[in-house]
Each structure stands twice: as structure tokens, then as C-alpha cells.
């Protein structure tokens, strides 16, 4: 019977979770791993201390880090890393990227760092691969707030194997849809299409497969950039 | 070169900064995705660490850069160091949101469920009390500790640290731990029996 109490406490905090009340404000990570490695002063590591012990969310991360910095390496890919790199030159992170695979009006969903918008409910990459959702039928649309604003890029599949592009544009907050953006397809470096939106959306129509970036700009600069990739 | 001076020309776009930071520290943050994830009891496979270490770039990057440039190199604190930490963060954070809350059935590290414990030894209780009630009794006898008793008890057996652990975090000795962690189970153990529940230590 002996250790019954702390096997219960375990049970106990599993489903109720922490019992303290989170206090405001929270150390920043340079002051949780400063303080896990003690290089804070005297009177800056109590106040990290005195936190910790009411912070759960706190505590969890510090002593995540703290038994996690032995183990196993893993080397990434060096087309991932190559792709890392990439990041810089999309400018603030304004790069929206959609893979897809196109077979018999069937897409299959291979990348997006954008969200798909399914009824109501905008689901990112993650949360499809757990729900075991990748194939659409006919069309799919993604969703990505970029800056200011929220770009969506819904994409049909034509009858001739071919697919329609469409590109629209709202502000993040009001949702209102933004007019007077041009919106070009380029493909290895040529412009082949490029439109205003004048009323709601500018769609490019009969698009062949193959690589495509996307650039939205305003009058005064560049918004976003896209980049579509479907695949046979 | 000096870690903040590196920093600064990653903010200051230039190319070459920013490659040089994706080779030296893409590896240990794919690591500490997947390490920080298994220590949490979650196993995910290359798609997924590759996506959030993707995000966690983006994160790093967006707005200028604005995250990247909170690395201050305060108290000598390493630029290795800092994204370890926002790794763990970043993932503990993504996992609190994807979590499912446990069951009562759910099988626990031991290999046991709560409806199998409290059936198989706490006769006495099960009889007068539901579960629920169980865990309402004892955040009420919890909620009685002193407060650096309370947050000791949530330090051991919430986050389940060890003694070397919570030593660093209450900058404490160890004796003086165990005392403590002695007298707070003693007052337990006395409020719980008070209510009807025999809990030996």
C-alpha cells in the first residue's frame, strides 16, 4: 500500500493539470536558459526562481531544455535545408508556397505553409496530416496572412487536365476585399499573365502543370509572392 | 565573430548571414524538434518535424526578423543556447494545442488506468465517492498547503522533476527539499484521511 499518495498526485495533476494560478508576465528564453546554465546574478535568478515555482508553463519549458540537451542528433535533408535558406529572400516571410499532386481532378495536397479553409475552419499542414486528410476534389483553397493582409489562392481543375488559378486578396482585419492589386504569373523568369484586380478576385485561367510564382504588389509595393507547384 | 554582430547582419538581409545561419544551427534545431517532442511522450515523423522547423525559420524571420532580434547575448548567453530554448518552447506550446485531454481509461506510464487504481485499492473511497469527487477532495486538501509547498508538490509530481531539478529551480539544498516535501505529503496524507481516505506514504 506503501506510495499510494504520490501515484495518485501524478493521476491527479495528468488530468487537471496545474493547481497554481499563471502569474502575468513571463521571463523571456534568453532569461530561462541564462538562468538553467547560472549565469544570472544573485537577485535576478531568485525572481527567475520565485516564477518558476508558481509558473507551470514555465517550468515545463525550462526543464524540457534541461533534459533534452543530451541525445540524438538528426541530419535534415539538404534539399530541406536548401529550402530554410530560401526563407531570407522571401522578405518577412512573405512567401506562400502550395505543392500539390494533380491526378483526375483529384489534388493531392503535398505542401502549403498556408492553411486550407475547409467550411468555416482554416487548417494548417499539420492538422490535415493528423486528421488523414490530403486529397480535394476538384478544387482547394488556401488561405495565408501575410503582413497585412490575407491572400487566397483557390485552385480548379479544368476538364483538359489543365487547372484555373484564382487570386484574391483581403485585409487582414476587416476581411474587406482589396482592390487596385496587380496580380502576375510568372513562370522560369517571363511574365506571362498579369492583371488588377478591379472588382473581386483575378483568376488565370486554363494554367498548364508545371512551376508558377504568384506576385501580388500594390501601387506602391510588393505584397506577396506565391508559389504554386503542381505536379502530374 | 560576435554573435550579436551576426545577428545584426542576418537583420540587415544579407544573404550570406542568413545562409550561414541556416547551416550552423538547422541541425540542432531539427534535433531539439524531435528530442523535445520525445521527451514529451510524442513521436513525429520527419513531415512533421520538418514543418515546424520550417515555421520555426519563418517565425525567426517574420517582420523583420523581429523574434531573431530579441537575442540580446545577455549575461553572456550563447546564440545556441537562446534557440534551444525557443525550440522547446515552440514545440511545447504546438503540442499543448494539438494534446487530447487524458481519459479516465486511458492507460497511463504504468501500464495502469485510474478506474483499475482506485478499484484495486481504494475500497473505502470508491464506496462513498466518485472519481472526480476523489481528485475535487484532494485539490481541496492541496489547496490547504502552504503556498512554497504547494507549488513543490506541482514542481515533483506535475512536471516530475528530479531532485537535481527542482534544486536549480527553488535554489535550495536538498535536505531542505525533503523536508519540505515530507511535511506537505504528512499534511496530505492527515486532510485526506480526515475526509474518509487511507493513504499511506
Redesign the interface.
Same mark, same amino acid.
Given at each position: 500500500?506503501?506510495? !499510494?499518495?504520490?501515484?495518485?498526485?501524478? *493521476?491527479?495533476?495528468?488530468? #487537471?493539470? =496545474?493547481?497554481?494560478k499563471m502569474p502575468q508576465g513571463h521571463p523571456?528564453?534568453?532569461?530561462?536558459?541564462?538562468f538553467?546554465?547560472n +549565469?544570472? =546574478?544573485g537577485p535576478e @535568478?531568485?525572481e527567475v526562481?520565485s516564477h +518558476?515555482? @508558481?509558473c507551470?508553463?514555465c517550468?515545463?519549458?525550462?526543464?524540457?531544455?534541461?533534459?533534452?540537451?543530451r &541525445?540524438? #542528433?538528426?541530419?535534415?535533408?539538404p534539399e530541406? /535545408?536548401a !529550402?530554410? !535558406?530560401l526563407?531570407?529572400?522571401s522578405e #518577412? &516571410?512573405r512567401l506562400f508556397e502550395i505543392i500539390l499532386k494533380n491526378a483526375e481532378k483529384i489534388f493531392e495536397l503535398i505542401y502549403t505553409?498556408g492553411q486550407v479553409l475547409m467550411g468555416q475552419e482554416m487548417i494548417p *499542414?499539420? &492538422?490535415l /496530416? =493528423?486528421r488523414n486528410i490530403r486529397d480535394f476534389k476538384d478544387s482547394v483553397l488556401i488561405v495565408k496572412d501575410i #503582413?497585412n493582409i490575407r491572400v487566397e489562392v483557390k485552385i480548379d481543375s479544368c476538364s483538359c487536365g489543365c487547372f484555373n488559378v484564382t487570386v484574391s486578396v483581403r485585409n487582414k482585419k476587416t476581411l474587406k476585399l482589396l482592390k487596385d492589386c496587380r496580380v502576375s504569373l510568372i513562370q522560369s523568369g517571363a511574365e506571362l499573365e498579369s492583371y488588377v484586380i478591379d472588382k473581386t478576385a483575378v483568376t488565370f485561367e486554363r494554367v498548364l502543370l508545371g512551376k508558377y510564382s504568384l506576385e501580388v504588389s500594390s501601387q506602391d509595393s510588393g505584397l506577396a509572392d506565391i508559389s504554386v507547384d503542381i505536379k502530374s | 565573430m560576435d554573435e550579436l554582430e551576426f545577428v545584426r547582419r542576418i537583420s540587415c538581409r544579407d544573404k550570406n548571414a542568413w545562409s550561414q545561419f541556416v547551416d550552423r544551427y538547422s541541425r540542432l534545431i531539427y534535433s531539439y524538434i524531435f528530442r523535445t517532442s520525445r521527451s514529451i511522450g510524442v513521436v513525429f515523423t520527419p513531415e512533421d518535424a520538418q514543418d515546424l522547423c520550417h515555421e520555426l525559420f519563418l517565425l525567426l524571420a517574420e517582420n523583420d526578423f523581429a523574434k531573431l532580434k530579441t537575442f540580446k547575448a545577455r549575461n553572456e548567453c550563447r546564440l545556441a543556447t537562446w534557440l534551444r530554448q525557443v525550440t522547446v518552447n515552440y514545440v511545447i506550446s504546438y503540442l499543448r494545442k494539438t494534446k487530447p485531454l487524458l481519459s479516465l481509461d486511458e492507460e497511463n506510464s504504468t501500464g495502469s488506468s485510474l478506474h483499475e487504481f482506485l478499484q484495486s485499492n481504494l475500497k473505502s473511497a470508491r464506496q462513498n465517492l466518485a472519481d472526480d469527487e476523489l481528485f475535487l477532495e484532494l485539490k481541496d486538501c492541496m489547496l490547504k498547503l502552504d503556498p512554497d509547498e504547494l507549488r513543490l508538490m506541482e514542481l515533483a509530481y506535475y512536471q516530475q522533476a528530479t531532485s537535481r531539478e527542482l534544486e536549480l529551480i527553488f535554489r535550495l539544498k536538498r535536505s531542505a527539499l525533503d523536508m519540505r516535501k515530507s511535511r506537505a505529503t504528512a499534511k496530505l496524507r492527515d486532510c485526506m484521511q480526515g475526509k474518509g481516505f487511507m493513504l499511506d506514504l
Open positions: 500500500m506503501a506510495g !499510494k499518495l504520490p501515484k495518485l498526485l501524478k *493521476m491527479f495533476y495528468k488530468k #487537471n493539470g =496545474s493547481c497554481l523571456d528564453e534568453e532569461i530561462l536558459a541564462c538553467a546554465q +549565469l544570472l =546574478s @535568478s531568485l526562481s +518558476l515555482q @508558481s507551470s508553463f517550468a515545463e519549458a525550462l526543464l524540457t531544455q534541461i533534459r533534452v540537451v &541525445g540524438k #542528433n538528426y541530419n535534415l535533408p530541406f /535545408r !529550402k530554410l !535558406k526563407i531570407a529572400d #518577412n &516571410g505553409n *499542414m499539420q &492538422g /496530416r =493528423s #503582413n | -
